[in-house]
């Protein structure tokens, strides 16, 4: 079983910046999917990035340019750093990871960003 934690969520100003943080209980080494997603107020979840072993990264349109994922194997954890933030980047952010055909979610951080 994987434990996920994410934090550095917050409220932050439209063009501000936030790094989030997912912690894994163990080693993410053998993880071949790295995702975060995020869920605004009476939407569906929704893909933002992932990053997969080979370090292959992909973002949804709405986020290039603005959002970078990574992953620090020996810390055991996945950063998404975002950028030019928008009001519309509001939302429930959360980090997924895919072992060995197993989905762990983290509980989730909330970004606020206001206009």
């Known amino acids: 079983q994987v434990q996920l934690v994410e934090s550095g969520g917050g409220l932050v100003q439209a063009g501000g910046s936030l790094r989030l943080s997912c912690a894994a209980s163990?080693?993410?080494?053998?993880?071949?999917?790295m995702r975060w997603y995020r869920q605004a107020p009476g939407k569906q979840r929704e893909w933002v990035a992932y990053i997969r072993d080979g370090g292959v990264t992909n973002y949804r349109d709405s986020v290039k340019g603005r959002f970078t994922i990574s992953r620090d194997n020996a810390k055991n954890t996945i950063d998404l750093q975002l950028n030019s933030l928008k009001p519309e980047d509001t939302a429930v952010y959360y980090c997924?990871?895919?072992?060995?055909?197993?989905?762990?979610w983290g509980q989730g951080t909330q970004v606020t960003v206001s206009s």
């Open positions: 997924n990871v895919l072992i060995s055909a197993n989905d762990y």
């Open positions: 163990t080693s993410i080494f053998s993880a071949r999917f």
